[in-house]
């Protein structure tokens, strides 16, 4: 049996949390979001009074460090990262959800523009395939 390996701590520079979503999710092939009765967890938007943020996080127990107070309910669910690149992430650009990537314990993280964190995935993995 393994040993669960708790993964290090999010840091406080948003763009190394976003670095980190991506390479991750590369590795893993798969992002975490929080699922519920109602659906997945979404909150409002910090930039913007008519939007909503869809969060993800780069491994679960980040997702699940959440699960509790108004999200206590939900559950970490893996979503498989092709799926989130090809129809999760042109669906939210259409829909008009943001997307909050590896938020720290108090829900705080940059919100990203759906097809902006595409284009930051596309080039990771150009970059991959070039080295």
Not at 44 to 53: F, G, L, M, R
Not at 83 to 90: A, N, S, T
Not at 93 to 112: A, K, Q, R, S
Request: a negative charge; proline letters at 7%; aromatic letters at 10%.
């Amino acid at each position: 049996m393994n040993p669960t390996i708790t993964p290090e701590p999010l840091g406080a520079d948003p763009e190394e949390n976003l670095d980190r979503f991506i390479v991750e999710a590369l590795t893993q092939g798969c992002v975490w979001g929080l699922e519920g009765p109602e659906g997945w967890a979404l909150c409002a938007s910090e930039q913007s009074d008519e939007t909503d943020v869809m969060p993800f996080w780069s491994q679960e127990s980040f997702a699940k460090a959440h699960c509790q107070d108004d999200w206590s309910e939900y559950k970490p669910v893996a979503v498989d990262l092709n799926e989130f690149l090809d129809d999760w992430l042109p669906g939210m650009h259409e829909d008009v959800i943001l997307i909050g990537i590896n938020w720290d314990e108090n829900l705080e993280g940059e919100e990203y523009e759906p097809l902006d964190l595409l284009q930051e995935f596309e080039e990771e993995m150009q970059d991959e395939t070039q080295s």
